[in-house]
């Protein structure tokens, strides 16, 4: 699991940043800094999706969440399609 969040988060803004600051201050600081920070953003989601499930029923946010990500992948090919036609 380690290994699969590790490839899969590698290429992420964040942890080219970390890696950056490494490279400039303390490693210490930076694993500190960096974990707090993920952390705190995790709770934050958390946190969030607690309050939406509050007030929202589990099956109307899967919908919810269904018709993001056709609409997200229907965008994707159509921009595919746009490209590929143009060249």
């Excluded at 930076?30 to 509050?54: F, M, Q």
Aim: charged letters at 10%.
């Amino acid at each position: 699991a380690f290994l699969m969040i590790f490839i899969a988060e590698f290429g992420d803004k964040t942890q080219i940043a970390v890696a950056g600051l490494a490279g400039l201050y303390s490693s210490t600081a930076v694993w500190l800094g960096a974990t707090v920070a993920l952390a705190l953003t995790s709770a934050a989601g958390v946190l969030a999706g607690k309050t939406v499930l509050r007030r929202l029923p589990v099956v109307w946010l899967h919908r919810l969440a269904g018709g993001l990500f056709l609409s997200l992948s229907m965008l994707a090919v159509w921009r595919f399609v746009e490209i590929y036609e143009a060249s």
